[in-house]
């Protein structure tokens, strides 16, 4: 079984995200979504969400393509998650393109197309109007 792992914050999940998740599952049979946790994203991302974890792991273990929903909290676990759950992708989007290149000594790595005109910046940009 191809096991393919992905990683981001899902907050105000959208259609955008919905495609690259669904694209991600073509690479193989078992999705692993690591999601950043609210400490994570607070104190190395600098981002405060809209929803908890608990909430955005709740709506990602909704979705028909996500076998599995794990906490991302470091930048540095993805070597370890490479090797501990077998993994075969690492799937990005392709603002991403290059940052993750050194997995490659671990795993196929896949920069995917964006969904061009959503992203959770541009609603809150949207809504702060």
Request: net charge neutral; with cysteine.
């Amino acid at each position: 079984m191809k096991r393919i792992i992905t990683y981001g914050t899902y907050d105000l999940l959208h259609y955008g995200h919905i495609n690259l998740l669904k694209r991600a599952k073509e690479f193989g049979e078992y999705l692993i979504v690591a999601l950043s946790t609210d400490a994570f994203n607070w104190n190395e991302k600098e981002k405060r969400c809209y929803f908890s974890y608990e909430e955005r792991k709740q709506l990602l273990e909704s979705i028909r393509y996500v076998d599995l929903v794990i906490p991302e909290e470091n930048w540095e676990q993805k070597i370890n998650d490479i090797q501990l759950y077998k993994i075969d992708t690492f799937v990005m989007g392709d603002d991403w393109r290059g940052k993750f290149d050194f997995l490659k000594d671990y795993c196929e790595v896949v920069y995917l197309p964006r969904t061009p005109e959503i992203s959770t910046t541009q609603i809150k940009k949207d809504l702060r109007r």
